[in-house]
């Protein structure tokens, strides 16, 4: 990993933004858990997500469906036959990669060399490994109960788009979004939460009449596209990565990435993805009922072509921090901030009393009790030099700092620090609460 990445995993570990899952007990590989900071970033982005792809429309439903399946939706998809990874073993150190990795993959032996690089090493042929977790349903492993962990949302929302479309009475074009977890067995996880066997994923099926297809599937790339830059990315980090037909799925007749520039080089935020009917057309031929439209305006019937959009969570929350993650010189001392959109950051406002007397300390916790009431996230903090906790807060991305000083008892007012600008404001006690909200819409 880069040196920038490594002390964007150190803040994250440091601050409470994202653990190695069971550490204790010596990691598990490629599996992170959330801490009280990360858990807030990261529904901070699935909530703006689901804002803007479901409330702020009327042409998207939400849902939500199980993690586990009916074993033969997945024949139907497709994942049970085709949905594999190229595996290579060196038949020398045992270890295993994705083929078509190998050029980011490093050999166990020293010194640091691609595998196959070193000349006691000897990579295989390379074999078809299919990146489905199975398990069993019931107390009997036995074959006939084998089910699997998703390896994508999307498929809850084909087998459902009739109960969807019908239950809130929708028209053909519109969405069906689901947020919820699913699983890969990647052969080579790593880059931190970029790559992991469990993710969340924020994904959007767009049905549309055949036709409309090609025009849709633009609609959807700009409106991805200018979601992240709404977010706070830099649009200069961004660019969108079309799939040559070698690339393509085995689903779709069009796909590109959104791509971000990573201290590891450009790699794939979010796809957007053309699917035709192929899931809608298997489905009906593997489970024998009809999943056609029939518009209640011109008795048009036919199976939907779908658009779809796919994110995941945890990997927008990566390019997040790494977006927002800068070292700078401030007045003559060094800070690390995390310019994160005041929408997404964790923690809205900070309340800290100048010093531990003259009342002050009870002035900022009633202010901190009030922002609390308001359901705005604030944390209170007296401990310190005052530019050692803004130093901390800025770490976290905190926007606003609130200081309760001298004058404070006098015009009623508070001193507001701003986390980008440093620019400071004064406002009045009872206002802090709207001003923040204010800025936040
Ligand atoms: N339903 C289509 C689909 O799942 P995908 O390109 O395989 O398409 C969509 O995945 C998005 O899910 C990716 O752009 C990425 O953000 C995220 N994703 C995929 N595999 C992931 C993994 N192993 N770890 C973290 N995120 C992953």
Redesign the pocket.
């Known amino acids: 990993m880069s040196d920038r990445m490594d002390r964007i995993v150190s803040l994250c570990k440091r601050k409470g933004f994202v653990f190695q899952s069971s550490e204790i007990y010596g990691g598990a590989a490629s599996v992170w858990d959330y801490g009280p900071l990360g858990v807030e970033l990261r529904r901070n982005v699935a909530d703006a997500w689901w804002s803007a792809m479901v409330h702020a429309r009327d042409d998207v439903e939400g849902m939500d469906a199980g993690i586990l399946m009916h074993p033969r939706v997945w024949e139907a998809s497709g994942h049970v036959g085709g949905f594999a990874d190229p595996l290579v073993e060196c038949k020398t150190c045992k270890r295993r990669w994705r083929a078509d990795h190998l050029d980011d993959s490093a050999c166990p032996r020293k010194p640091s060399l691609t595998p196959g690089a070193h000349k006691e090493c000897e990579i295989g042929e390379p074999r078809l490994f299919n990146l489905m977790f199975k398990t069993f349903m019931g107390p009997v492993e036995e074959n006939a109960a084998v089910v699997y962990l998703r390896?994508?949302?999307?498929q809850g929302s084909y087998v459902n788009f009739l109960n969807v479309q019908q239950t809130s009475r929708q028209r053909v074009p519109f969405g069906i979004a689901q947020l919820g977890k699913?699983f890969?067995n990647?052969i080579t996880?790593g880059n931190f939460?970029?790559?992991?066997?469990e993710?969340e994923?924020a994904?959007m099926q767009y049905f549309v009449e055949p036709g409309a297809d090609d025009e849709w599937f633009e609609y959807w790339r700009d409106r991805r596209l200018a979601w992240h830059t709404e977010m706070g990315v830099r649009p200069e980090k961004l660019r969108l990565a079309e799939h040559g037909p070698d690339e393509l799925?085995h689903y779709a007749k069009a796909a590109l990435?959104i791509e971000y520039e990573f201290p590891f080089g450009w790699q794939?935020?979010?796809?957007v993805?053309n699917r035709t009917d192929f899931d809608l057309s298997r489905h009906q031929e593997f489970s024998g009922k009809r999943l056609m439209y029939i518009d209640p305006g011109s008795s048009k019937r036919f199976v939907p072509y779908v658009v779809?959009t796919?994110?995941?969570v945890?990997?927008?929350v990566l390019v997040l921090l790494v977006d927002a993650y800068r070292e700078e010189e401030v007045a003559g001392e060094n800070r690390v901030v995390l310019a994160l959109h005041p929408r997404l950051a964790p923690v809205k406002a900070a309340v800290f009393p100048l010093v531990k007397k003259h009342g002050m300390p009870e002035t900022a916790a009633k202010l901190h009790e009030a922002l609390r009431r308001a359901r705005i996230p604030s944390f209170y903090d007296q401990a310190g030099s005052i530019g050692r906790r803004y130093r901390r807060q800025d770490e976290t991305g905190t926007p606003w700092c609130l200081t309760v000083d001298g004058q404070t008892s006098e015009d009623g007012c508070v001193t507001v620090r701003d986390r980008d600008t440093l620019a400071q404001e004064r406002v009045g006690l009872d206002h802090v609460a709207a001003w923040i909200r204010e800025r936040l819409e």
């Open positions: 390896p994508e949302t999307a699913a890969r990647e996880p939460i970029f790559r992991t066997r993710f994923q994904e799925a990435d794939e935020l979010e796809g993805h779809e796919a994110m995941g945890g990997r927008a």
